[in-house]
């Protein structure tokens, strides 16, 4: 870990030309007045954002990039187009370089994976990385992954995702042996699919000392908070979450009808308002900000791009956390005792002469 | 269509030996006073049942049936044991038997979509049936499938799907083209499965005239409800489902703790009850209880198995309008119609010589 921590940071990724960054660090550097900051980007932006935030200018370098990586753009093209010198680039290559302990950009996600993958590259014996988000529950909060960083997953990949969930849990909960569950259909004709049945006869078997396999969740699941990490492929992750997002926001827009019906009803609130405060915590997606990129040899946290300070903070927080708490050795080390463990090395046999 | 309109009610299907079965046709009748009824299932028991609903019993013949389907029996099992004298068989079978327009079952879903198949058998030209929800939005409602039939879905299967879908939105919302997305994810370096693009080629291509292709649609936008008609495979759909469902309850839970905290929020609380109450119908999921089966032979109606009174009249309504707009003709129709179109007969062509 770079001493003090150091984050490095996408100045000019997200929507609305990024303006929540620099206001979003100045929150953050309140809950973490250590941390220094290299920021990448546009200088005289940046500088001209600074001069308002003397907080993250005490706290920031500025390494000014001639490109920006377009939230439309493809992967393949940011990749051609940003490579070296675009500020998602060199804010992953500072991780790299070991300059920085994380990277955070609320860039185009396609674009911050594909650079991350050539930057960082994949851990050894990990095929595909993963993205986890942090899911509030009612029981407080849960990681779940893979949602969205590729489609599809074989029971190996569920496996390494269920190993990286842990890991995670353990920095981030402070969970010695976190509870995971695979993501699967309950409807009875249908018994799941195949790679999530193996899956979890993989996780029994290997009896992994650092998580408790609790066996097959459901959708409904996930809101309970019945495990610690919920472990899906990332079509189905991706569809879980933004289906989750979108009932939030569908059941605030039918409490907002429902006030405004009535004067009583207004009245009602403002007396409750102080509960409404609270719900509204309770459902604010700003909370959760941050995706965290998970089985590649560098820590990158990707924000919402449309987000506002608060929640490019949150994003921040977490990439404290993540640093602080060496996610990237700790998923090496049980990745790597996981495979030492369930992946015996075939033992040699003597050819045998081709006429017995 | 029979004369007047005949449900078969497999009276026995359900959590709490479906004790909401009979109060539920109760608040149905209501609605629908000139529908008969079809009881099938424990003779001495439903006769009991029937004598503290009047109503009910004047509208009713029942069917004693040895054999009950648990909740918890797979659909192989439930076919060896069930066949011929099962309620839940029975009550297919009075639909197959044309002597009732629909069955309603709140019992095991694994059971019945295996009795339904082998007993309608899936239409020419389906090769899978689809399990279809009415999914609330902030713009009214859509319809979703499949939320659970079968794992994975090829090109061609979503198609059907969707021509299904939307002769099920023309049939419950009276839209003449209704607008049909397909379940993507927009996660930028994932461009979607292979599967749901050359759907969407299909679909854009044949430009049917009983639907309008919107493109793809995401998590989110379910509960906007930006299409009438989302089509996804059963895995991904059950999850999405589930997941909305689980939502509602944990932001529910929210609100009640929210509540609770002070006496200042009951109190606002209790003035504003009538926006809670409007808030909570529109929450309520035994408003939209009731999946259908389509691509079958006939029409099943597949209530929650853990409703109530309410939650059962609901499945029992949509049964209704099911089979007063007649969507399984409707759906045949639309099929035949679209692989006339979509599927050109091969031109024959002359072989060639071996030689040229």
């Not at 009896?207 to 396999?213: C, I, K, N």
């Not at 040899?297 to 708490?325: E, Y």
């Amino acid at each position: 870990m770079a001493n003090p921590l150091t984050l490095a940071i996408d100045a000019m990724g997200g929507d609305n030309e990024a303006a929540f960054v620099v206001p979003g660090l100045d929150i953050a550097l309140v809950r973490n007045p250590d941390m220094r900051l290299i920021l990448f980007g546009d200088g005289g932006l940046i500088e001209r954002r600074l001069a308002q935030h003397a907080r993250v200018r005490a706290a920031s370098s500025v390494v000014h990039c001639d490109i920006t990586v377009s939230m439309r753009e493809k992967p393949s093209e940011a990749l051609r187009r940003g490579r070296r010198s675009s500020s998602m680039w060199r804010a992953i290559e500072a991780v790299k370089l070991g300059e920085a302990d994380a990277a955070v950009s609320a860039g185009n996600t396609g674009a911050l994976m594909a650079m991350a993958k050539f930057v960082l590259k994949t851990m050894a014996q990990i095929e595909r990385p993963a993205i986890a988000a942090i899911w509030p529950t009612v029981r407080g909060e849960s990681i779940v992954l893979d949602v969205g960083a590729t489609i599809g997953a074989d029971a190996q990949q569920l496996v390494d995702f269920a190993v990286m969930g842990a890991a995670m849990a353990q920095a981030v909960f402070g969970i010695t042996r976190p509870r995971v569950g695979l993501l699967n259909i309950g409807v009875e004709e249908v018994k799941g699919l195949e790679e999530v049945r193996r899956a979890g006869q993989m996780l029994r078997a290997s009896d992994l000392p650092g998580l408790e396999y609790h066996g097959f969740v459901e959708g409904a699941d996930l809101g309970r908070g019945t495990v610690d990490v919920v472990v899906t492929e990332g079509f189905s992750g991706n569809i879980a979450l933004k289906t989750a997002e979108g009932t939030a926001k569908q059941i605030a827009a039918y409490l907002r009808a429902a006030i405004a019906r009535s004067i009583w009803a207004r009245i009602g609130y403002v007396i409750a308002s102080s509960a409404f405060r609270a719900l509204r915590e309770k459902m604010d997606p700003r909370r959760a900000n941050g995706g965290v990129f998970l089985g590649l040899n560098g820590m990158v946290i990707k924000s919402h791009g449309g987000t506002d300070p608060q929640g490019f903070a949150s994003a921040v927080d977490l990439a404290v956390d993540m640093a602080r708490s060496n996610l990237v050795s700790r998923i090496a080390a049980d990745i790597g005792a996981f495979h030492a463990v369930a992946v015996p090395t075939p033992v040699a046999v003597e050819p045998k002469a081709a006429a017995s």
